[in-house]
């Protein structure tokens, strides 16, 4: 199905769901309008049957991926990102296997091109990996799989070989991973557990996007922990770092809330990575995100929810 819609020329830049949910609501008042893929698989708008080709309503059907009504909504929503379209999960995400997609997604996109070409992939640049050896990628948490398929795109234009495992604790986000890789030509390994327990080895690129809110739920896709949702981005960043082959580099793009004036994960990791003698660096990406859960209790003592983004730079010799 994917696929299909690929071939249609397809495109949708996926919004936050506050401005979603607006456009649902402006719609919902206009009478008599033309429903477009962009309105099924982006807007997640209902829609008669008639309303989509009978090849797409066909795959749609078997592949299990229409939500009871009438009229009928997809399943599935559809994404672009760099050319790539990638599935994540129906409008609202309410569920706890819910496959996160949304500015956060682009977000991440362009701090892994940024970092694997300022990084990895520059001239002047000293990388752990040879240039024709095989470029080891880890992505933890992948949920769609926008992460690991944007650096291997990076790797492929460099004309580097690559090897990608995408790992998560969610089935769902496997599956729909999987697929997304599988349409945009990139082999990949799946990995199904929590962070790192179901991979070996070591990597010369680990990446990862955790979610980085607290839940009251404990929603898989959206929940980060302890310390207002920063407690997994340094758990992950903790674990990496036993993780990277020498040379190798640890992309972590995550939030976390502001106390005072004060960023406590980066806190945290200047405490962690002192220790190491490893380059590193640190960079607020947007100063301002999710303002809506500023309103919710726990956050009553947070200026505002960053989104940052730390990169690890492992020297050749020993840990």
Same mark, same amino acid.
């Given at each position: 199905?994917?696929?299909?819609?690929?071939?249609?020329?397809?495109?949708?830049?996926?919004?936050?769901?506050?401005?979603?949910?607006?456009?649902?609501?402006?719609?919902?008042?206009?009478?008599?309008?033309?429903?477009?893929?962009?309105?099924?698989? &982006?807007?997640?708008?209902?829609?008669?049957?008639?309303?989509?080709?009978?090849?797409?309503?066909?795959?749609?059907?078997?592949?299990?991926?229409?939500?009871? &009504?009438?009229?009928?909504?997809?399943?599935?929503?559809?994404?672009?990102?760099?050319?790539?379209?990638?599935?994540?999960?129906?409008?609202?995400?309410?569920?706890?296997?819910?496959?996160?997609?949304?500015?956060?997604?682009?977000?991440?996109?362009?701090?892994?091109?940024?970092?694997?070409?300022?990084?990895?992939?520059?001239?002047?640049?000293?990388?752990?990996?040879?240039?024709?050896?095989?470029?080891?990628?880890?992505?933890?948490?992948?949920?769609?799989?926008?992460?690991?398929?944007?650096?291997?795109?990076?790797?492929?234009?460099?004309?580097? *070989?690559?090897?990608?495992?995408?790992?998560?604790?969610?089935?769902?986000?496997?599956?729909?991973?999987?697929?997304?890789?599988?349409?945009?030509?990139?082999?990949?390994?799946?990995?199904?557990?929590? $962070?790192?327990?179901?991979?070996?080895?070591?990597?010369?690129?680990?990446?990862?996007?955790?979610?980085?809110?607290?839940?009251?739920?404990?929603? $898989?896709?959206?929940?980060?922990?302890?310390?207002?949702?920063?407690?997994?981005?340094?758990?992950?960043?903790?674990?990496?770092?036993?993780?990277?082959?020498?040379?190798?580099?640890?992309?972590?793009? $995550?939030?976390?809330?502001?106390?005072?004036?004060?960023?406590?994960?980066?806190?945290?990791?200047?405490?962690?990575?002192?220790?190491? &003698?490893?380059?590193?660096?640190? $960079? *607020?990406?947007?100063?301002?995100?999710?303002?809506?859960?500023?309103?919710?209790?726990?956050?009553?003592?947070?200026?505002?929810?960053?989104?940052?983004?730390?990169?690890?730079?492992?020297?050749?010799?020993?840990?």
């Amino acid at each position: 199905m994917l696929k299909e819609v690929a071939g249609t020329g397809y495109a949708f830049i996926t919004p936050t769901p506050v401005t979603h949910q607006r456009y649902l609501d402006q719609r919902s008042r206009d009478q008599d309008q033309d429903v477009s893929l962009r309105d099924i698989f &982006g807007w997640n708008s209902p829609f008669a049957s008639h309303q989509l080709a009978p090849s797409l309503l066909a795959l749609l059907q078997q592949a299990g991926a229409v939500l009871a &009504g009438n009229p009928a909504r997809s399943g599935v929503r559809i994404a672009s990102l760099d050319g790539d379209l990638l599935l994540h999960s129906s409008f609202p995400t309410g569920a706890s296997s819910s496959v996160f997609f949304g500015p956060d997604t682009y977000r991440f996109a362009r701090f892994i091109r940024h970092a694997l070409t300022e990084h990895v992939l520059s001239p002047n640049t000293a990388s752990g990996s040879a240039p024709h050896s095989t470029v080891r990628i880890l992505d933890v948490g992948c949920g769609s799989g926008a992460g690991g398929i944007a650096a291997a795109r990076m790797m492929q234009g460099a004309g580097r *070989e690559c090897s990608l495992t995408l790992s998560d604790i969610n089935p769902t986000a496997l599956r729909y991973a999987a697929i997304n890789a599988d349409v945009a030509g990139i082999p990949v390994r799946l990995a199904l557990g929590d $962070t790192f327990a179901a991979v070996d080895g070591q990597f010369d690129l680990i990446i990862s996007n955790p979610p980085y809110l607290y839940d009251d739920n404990r929603r $898989t896709y959206r929940h980060g922990g302890d310390g207002l949702g920063r407690a997994l981005s340094v758990r992950i960043a903790r674990e990496a770092l036993t993780r990277l082959a020498p040379g190798g580099q640890l992309l972590l793009y $995550t939030g976390v809330a502001i106390i005072a004036g004060a960023d406590p994960f980066l806190d945290e990791m200047t405490a962690a990575l002192s220790s190491t &003698g490893w380059p590193w660096s640190y $960079t *607020e990406i947007d100063p301002d995100v999710f303002g809506e859960e500023l309103s919710r209790p726990i956050y009553q003592h947070a200026d505002r929810i960053a989104a940052v983004g730390l990169i690890v730079c492992r020297s050749e010799g020993p840990p």
